[in-house]
T-cell receptor
């Protein structure tokens, strides 16, 4: 049973455009929501993370929006670049105990020059 | 490079053989996690250690799987009597200071069972 649902499965965006990826969760015990970026043949790398006490977090061109009441969060990639072409995973974990991550299924982003 | 290393990077084996993977964590990271990632899917939690103690095992970890972390340093994941369904990327991640949730992933070991 997948605890974090992610959409879309893939998206194509023009260089300079905005990429938006959405995730939803059910477990209200989750209190840490990271986004990971993965290139082919590599392990996931942390991109940005948020806790439920804030509604938005921005780091450079990457922004997480968080809606606690709807149990949804999203990643916005502004001014998308060809180097952003990768697979992005949302995840969630409970900070009090084990911190094990539950991942979404991933979104493959292709940025066309 | 996150500082977490995994060996081997690729392993091809025949069904029924045993395989062992190794993960070397960032030094002083007391928590170590194993995940499995199949093609087109997100990583799935397998097990984790705090120092040398294995604290949780997923239902995905059948009796053919065993993991160890002697002395709380490197960790090994062994799969006995491999099956074709075991073909996947096996990822190791480590986590450091209390209160900091970030997990640093290694490059993974790609297992192909023929």
């Amino acid at each position: 049973q997948q605890q974090v649902k992610q959409s879309p499965q893939s998206l194509i965006v023009q260089k300079g455009g905005i990429s938006i990826i959405n995730c939803a969760y059910e477990n209200t015990a989750f209190d840490y929501f990271p986004w990971y970026q993965q290139f082919p043949g590599k392990g996931p790398a942390l991109l940005i993370a948020i806790r439920p006490d804030v509604s938005e977090k921005k780091e450079g061109r990457f922004t997480i929006s968080f809606n606690k009441s709807a149990k949804q969060f999203s990643l916005h990639i502004m001014d998308s670049q060809p180097g952003d072409s990768a697979t992005y995973f949302c995840a969630a974990s409970r900070g009090a105990n084990d911190y094990k991550l539950s991942f979404g299924a991933g979104t493959t982003v292709t940025v066309r020059a | 490079d996150t500082g977490v290393s995994q060996n081997p990077r690729h392993k091809i084996t025949k069904r029924g053989q045993n395989v062992t993977f190794r993960c070397d964590p960032i030094s002083e990271h007391n928590r170590l996690y194993w995940y499995r990632q199949t093609l087109g899917q997100g990583p799935e939690f397998l097990t984790y250690f705090q120092n040398e103690a294995q604290l949780e095992k997923s239902r995905l970890l059948s009796d053919r799987f065993s993991a160890e972390r002697p002395k709380g340093s490197f960790s090994t994941l062994e799969i006995q009597r491999t099956e074709q369904g075991d073909s996947a990327m096996y990822l190791c991640a480590t986590r450091g200071l209390a209160g900091d949730n970030e997990q640093f992933f290694g490059p993974g070991t790609r297992l192909t069972v023929l």
